[in-house]
């Protein structure tokens, strides 16, 4: 498998075969790759990136799954920095960025599986949101809350998703995904569910009309035919539903979790997951480069390797920070714009169903320019 007959494949829009994604791992000539990957997201959607106005809630970190991957789990109240949100204190952070008058049109809520909470502090939870902002997106609870739910309170998965829609529930996030092999999933999250069962509460999400997105965790111990396996499974389930959105793939972070003897990806690493991603994952409309998870100068060179999307404005970030990130934990809605037009793009704000909210003029300009006039 050459690039060449590979690229003869995309360009004839014929799916690529494992081989040619294990072929594509191997690629030595990354620009090449890149230049490839590009090709196919300029073809959709020439320069344009978008982004959103978002704020991520994490409810609990108390967590009975343990994984060696996390460093954002605790097991007990009683372990340093462990907490659960109050009600109160969970709606009042949508509330303080209200009163900020910063117009977020999307809430990102995931937290650790608790065994103590209530199915209804969940739903009063997204219940409580909506009231103060009933135009807000609820992209919340990864595949793998909404089947720990589902074991939790002996309901089945479909039930869990009916009682959380009626309670404000809009899309699901893509997190909790991993690496599907059982291999790699007894070494670093032996206790949360398997990839069928993370598969099938999207299947069911799907069926019942609701959208979400998948994510890929890279970087700990996966082969590179492990994650071309991951890749063909999240494909082949939308081409069954289409119901996935976006693909995130997520860089490892090795701080402060049981896998810190691992060495984060390199760049390289990230622009290479990135630009097969958007060649192999032909059906899925998006790829996200999470700033977050990338830091921000990789996140805008992947703007060149196949991403068309860097997320959102995030704000309380903790997943990633408490494992490393030295990402910001925010960005004002005018830095985004800035930074994808200084990586040689064309800005657009959307709203999490990708739906334009402002371009062009309408979109928020930086206050001041660097003293030399230049964009910093
Ligand atoms: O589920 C946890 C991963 C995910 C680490 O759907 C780690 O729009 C790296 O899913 N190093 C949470 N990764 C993030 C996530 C996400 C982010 C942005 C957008 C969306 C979306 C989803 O992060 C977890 C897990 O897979 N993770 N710990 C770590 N140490």
């Known amino acids: 498998m050459t690039l060449t007959s590979i690229s003869e494949k995309v360009n004839a829009g014929v799916p690529l075969s494992f081989e040619d994604g294990v072929a594509l791992f191997h690629e030595p000539d990354l620009l090449k790759l890149g230049a490839l990957a590009n090709q196919v997201r300029e073809r959709r959607y020439g320069d344009r990136t978008t982004f959103n106005r978002n704020l991520h809630i994490n409810p609990t970190n108390l967590c009975v799954a343990s994984c060696a991957l996390c460093s954002f789990s605790r097991r007990s109240l009683e372990q340093p920095g462990a907490y659960t949100l109050s009600l109160s204190q969970a709606w009042d952070k949508l509330k303080t960025r209200l009163e900020a008058g910063d117009p977020v049109t999307e809430v990102h809520v995931v937290g650790g599986l608790s065994d103590s909470l209530p199915f209804d502090y969940y739903t009063d939870l997204l219940a409580g949101l909506k009231r103060r902002l009933p135009s807000l997106h609820i992209k919340a609870f990864s595949a793998v809350e909404i089947f720990h739910f589902h074991k939790l309170f002996q309901l089945q998965v479909r039930e869990v998703l009916q009682h959380l829609r009626a309670a404000g529930l809009d899309s699901l996030p893509g997190g909790g995904a991993e690496i599907f092999a059982s291999r790699v999933r007894q070494r670093i999250c032996p206790n949360k569910c398997n990839a069928q069962e993370w598969l ?6 799907h069926q019942m009309g609701l959208r979400s997105n998948c994510t890929m965790l890279y970087g700990t111990i996966e082969t590179i035919e492990e994650r071309v396996e991951h890749l063909l499974r999240l494909r082949a389930l939308q081409d069954e539903t289409s119901g996935f959105q976006a693909f995130i793939p997520l860089a490892f972070h090795p701080e402060n979790n049981s896998l810190a003897h691992l060495p984060a990806p390199s760049a390289v690493d990230d622009l290479r997951v990135c630009a097969v991603a958007r060649l192999v994952l032909h059906n899925i409309p998006h790829i ?15 703007l060149w390797f196949g991403a068309d999307d860097l997320d959102g404005t995030v704000q309380e970030e903790k997943i990633y920070h408490l494992a490393g990130s030295d990402a910001p ?9 800035h930074l994808i037009r200084a990586a040689g793009r064309t800005p657009v704000e959307r709203d999490t169903l990708y739906s334009v909210v402002a371009e062009g003029e309408a979109l928020p300009a930086r206050a001041c320019a660097s003293p030399a006039g230049e964009p910093r």
């Open 200 to 205: 099938d509460v999207h299947r069911t999400a």
């Open 288 to 302: 996200k480069a999470y700033w977050v998870s990338l830091g921000i100068k990789t996140a805008q060179t992947a």
């Open 329 to 337: 934990q925010a960005l004002a809605p005018a830095e985004i714009v």
